[in-house]
């Protein structure tokens, strides 16, 4: 059984159907990342997704995602023991390094290849999801 510590979770009774709304932004967001020819653009939209992604499948859970510092990582984490799929925690945390790199110190700037191999895990992901009968 997987644990949702109350620091990050809130135990929210939503519906099927409130769940299965949460994945329409994250499905919007990988479109948006699959049409773009900006390596920029892809990164962020297939973070974003990913992000969505988890917090969609936390909902199914029967729990909602409270913003606060390190909620990131936790949607991560539960993404990838909801998914069991651990290249979420390792792929999806070095997304996120790599977003705060570029959003708290201008570090980061993402190239064709790496932004082209994050869509296509992103997608892996949709696809486990689908799989799993989440969606």
Same mark, same amino acid.
């Given at each position: 059984?997987? !644990?949702?510590? !109350?620091? &990050?979770?809130?135990?929210? @009774? =939503?519906?099927?159907?409130?769940?299965?709304?949460?994945?329409? @932004? $994250?499905?919007? +967001? =990988?479109?948006? $990342?699959? +049409?773009? +020819? /900006? @390596? +920029?653009?892809?990164?962020?939209?297939? &973070?974003?997704?990913?992000?969505?992604?988890? /917090?969609?499948?936390?909902?199914?859970?029967?729990?909602?995602? #409270?913003?606060? $510092?390190?909620?990131? *990582?936790?949607?991560?984490?539960?993404?990838?023991?909801?998914?069991?799929?651990?290249? *979420?925690? /390792?792929?999806? !945390?070095?997304? #996120?390094?790599?977003? !705060?790199?570029?959003? &708290?110190?201008?570090? =980061?700037? *993402?190239?064709?290849?790496?932004?082209?191999?994050?869509?296509?895990?992103?997608?892996? *992901?949709?696809?486990?999801?689908?799989?799993?009968?989440?969606?």
């Amino acid at each position: 059984m997987i !644990n949702f510590e !109350n620091r &990050y979770f809130q135990k929210v @009774p =939503f519906s099927d159907e409130q769940a299965k709304q949460f994945l329409r @932004p $994250a499905s919007h +967001d =990988f479109k948006i $990342a699959q +049409d773009s +020819d /900006i @390596p +920029d653009v892809i990164f962020k939209f297939s &973070y974003d997704s990913l992000i969505k992604i988890g /917090i969609a499948l936390i909902a199914k859970n029967g729990y909602k995602v #409270r913003s606060v $510092a390190g909620h990131h *990582v936790k949607i991560l984490e539960k993404l990838g023991q909801l998914l069991q799929y651990e290249d *979420v925690v /390792i792929l999806g !945390n070095k997304m #996120r390094q790599e977003r !705060n790199a570029n959003l &708290y110190k201008g570090q =980061f700037f *993402v190239g064709e290849k790496a932004s082209s191999e994050y869509l296509s895990f992103v997608g892996k *992901v949709f696809k486990k999801t689908k799989e799993k009968g989440f969606i």
